[in-house]
């Protein structure tokens, strides 16, 4: 992370692609097929986030989530 610029690389080195994700603010999340047990590994999501999962629970975010009507 530069700048406090989340950034996200993927790649697959035997099929030579790769993806690149960055965002202005907040974080990334990468969900895999990993607990399912016929199919590990065959899938991934990377998704860019305002904030951490369960934010609004904890109490190291209070004050940095704002929510407007």
Excluded: H, V, W
């Excluded at 202005?24 to 951490?52: N, Q, V």
């Amino acid at each position: 992370m530069q700048d406090n610029i989340p950034e996200a690389y993927l790649t697959n080195t035997s099929k030579k692609i790769s993806i690149a994700l960055t965002g202005e603010r907040g974080c990334i999340i990468a969900f895999t097929s990993d607990p399912l047990e016929d199919a590990p590994r065959s899938a991934i999501a990377i998704e860019p986030m305002e904030g951490i999962a369960n934010s609004f629970n904890r109490s190291d975010m209070q004050g940095q989530i704002l929510l407007k009507a």
